[in-house]
């Protein structure tokens, strides 16, 4: 399953794994594909370089990256978490604690702080995650969130470092690509988290088309080895997967039963919501999501305001597995994941699934498949 990427990047797959937890990253690394840490979570440098000296060791020398979020809009800039705290009006403190209240859901222990906090959207906090990462081989950096800023492509790309960028559509693809961008993901509308509204099937082809000859990356609703043959003819280089791995043993989502509602959700039980960050990202549809798109509440508020106004509710919902509430950003693939597996398992039945769909092909085509060449 190797692409010109693939090969520039010394990945025998073109299978680039997106996840927050090391572990996973490194498993992925390891079976052959791009490991990708996501940093969002990190808010402390030295947690990061901890994690990032933990992969290092973990990765038989082989490549990863790792994914930042650098808002391409942003809501507020240059002011302290403090002063973005204060601008969150009082209603929608009231409309947190009334819904907590509804479902009985307890409060942390005294002192105990939120285990869960959105200020790694702020970029600020992208930016010293970066003085971290560049002290590490890195070979790509992805941002979620549209293109960096022009200093940091400059200095990924001064540090040998391929850039990576998140595009819904092909206007956005095009600015990536005007921005010097080395790599675009093209994410449809069946991804987990932040996502736009055309489908991967749409999506593919026109980005591939509009950033010709820059390298494309098919990601969202993908999760078998024939998608990933599909994404591929579609003209991508490779594919983006995310949701996959929140089930793998790999995986340390620190809830038996947010574990367990992923393994028994279908396609259909996921909604694009601003519930959690301000953006519309696709999650699973919980009490939670409905309260707040609920057309008769306050409403969500911008980036990075919703996250820093439910960081606490989420950690007390998570901690106390309040099931109603409970979720989590996940695509439309979780109809897919239902059994807990190993990530070499998982990439096992991925490259099964891309020969059986690369052999079908041949054989409507009048060629040798792959057993008989």
Known sequence: METELSKKLGVEHAIFGFTPFPAVAAA?????GFGVL???????????????????????????????VMPAKKAVDGISEADIEAMIPAGHRAFVRDTLAKHHVPELAEGEASGWRITGWMEQVARSQLDVAFDYPIKLLANALGSPPADVIRRAHDHGVLVAALAGSAKHARRHAEAGIDVVVAQGYEAGGHTGDIATMVLVPEIAEAVAPLPVLAAGGIGSGEQIAAGLALGAQGVWLGSLWLTTTEADLHSRALTAKLLAAGSGDTVRSRALTGKPARQLRTEWTDAWDDPDGPGALPMPLQGLLVAEAVSRIQKYEVQPLLGT???????RMNSERGVQAVFDELTSGFEKAIDRINRIAGRRTTREA
Do not use: F, N
Request: net charge negative; aromatic share 6%.
């Open 28 to 32: 992925i690394t390891r079976a052959g």
């Open 38 to 68: 996501g940093a969002v979570r990190y808010t402390a440098p030295d947690d990061l370089k901890r994690d990032l000296d933990w992969l290092q060791a973990h990765t038989d020398g082989k490549p990863y990256g790792l994914d930042v």
């Open 329 to 335: 950003p996940v695509g439309q693939i979780v109809g």
